[in-house]
């Protein structure tokens, strides 16, 4: 019988199967598995725009400084900034960044597993290492 070391609705990784099940069932054996790695997305254009935005506002307020010394300004400047950090962390909530695991099996190159969710995606990759790390029994 084999260890279970992860197990969900779409993934179910034992000592000696990394199985996908959604949306098209596979099975990878795990010894068969090489050269396994993470690779991250680039951000959504919409988050990059985003937090360019944000950056930019920073840098001005932060030149402006000297310049202005008019409460009026401070107060527009500050919600301003403010508005753009809660943008920002709305788009990087709503957009997250994808990973992906990929792997050679069988001298193919091979995605395993993708997610937006960090939690999840690291729970997979670390039940993985474990599988990998334990080999069959």
Do not use: K
Request: aromatic share 10%; with cysteine; net charge positive.
């Amino acid at each position: 019988m084999s260890r279970i070391h992860y197990r969900d609705a779409g993934v179910l990784i034992t000592d000696r199967w990394f199985e996908i099940r959604y949306p098209v069932s596979y099975q990878f054996q795990i010894d068969e598995l090489n050269d396994v790695r993470v690779i991250q997305y680039p951000l959504d254009p919409t988050v990059r725009t985003s937090l360019l935005a944000t950056n930019a506002a920073l840098v001005l307020v932060a030149l402006s400084w000297p310049v202005f010394d008019s409460v009026g300004f401070w107060v527009v400047a500050v919600l301003l900034v403010a508005g753009l950090c809660a943008t920002s962390g709305v788009c990087l909530r709503l957009r997250p960044r994808s990973r992906e695991l990929r792997a050679t099996y069988r001298g193919l190159d091979v995605p395993l597993y993708s997610s937006t969710d960090v939690r999840v995606f690291g729970q997979v990759q670390r039940a993985l290492i474990r599988a990998r790390e334990g080999g069959p029994r």
